[in-house]
């Protein structure tokens, strides 16, 4: 079966299932922020606030390959590695060049895809992301202001 197309201004989204009760998404269920399950609803408003198709085929990156959202979308499936580790470089490459990055701000994964997106030439968005002005870039920590472990200085 051939690979589906991605549209030209495609969305990547990264679905970090272990991480959803983590951060800012330890509260309870009707106050988690829609980036905890990722859900299709939370992944439609970022297509309307960037004037994007919500019909549109997005790319899903997950660490649970057996949850399904309830959309058109497609997943690498291990057709050039069958390893976990490079399924994660082929996520991470395909995300770092959507047009349109949603990530969960409790990763470390979806920290770096932003922060090698924010070097682009012309900056790449991540959808509702925060950076936080208390730690250096490339040091994952949600909230902002929340202790960083090992961390007595930045560079």
Not at 9 to 24: G, T
Not at 77 to 90: E, K, Y
Request: glycine fraction near 6%.
């Amino acid at each position: 079966r051939p690979l589906p197309r991605l549209p030209p201004k495609f969305v990547a989204v990264h679905r970090r299932v272990e991480l959803r009760n983590m951060y800012s998404c330890n509260v309870a269920e009707e106050e988690k922020p829609g980036f905890c399950h990722m859900r299709v609803d939370y992944i439609n408003a970022a297509r309307r606030e960037y004037n994007l198709p919500e019909s549109e085929i997005f790319f899903v990156g997950t660490d649970a390959p057996q949850a399904r959202l309830n959309a058109s979308y497609v997943r690498y499936m291990g057709r050039l590695t069958s390893s976990h580790t490079g399924a994660g470089v082929v996520d991470f490459w395909v995300m770092t060049r959507a047009y349109l990055f949603i990530g969960n701000p409790a990763s470390s994964f979806s920290m770096n895809v932003c922060n090698i997106r924010r070097t682009h030439p012309e900056p790449k968005a991540c959808y509702a992301w925060q950076f936080c002005d208390d730690r250096p870039p490339y040091v994952a920590g949600w909230p902002c202001g929340s202790p960083v472990e090992g961390i007595s200085e930045l560079l």
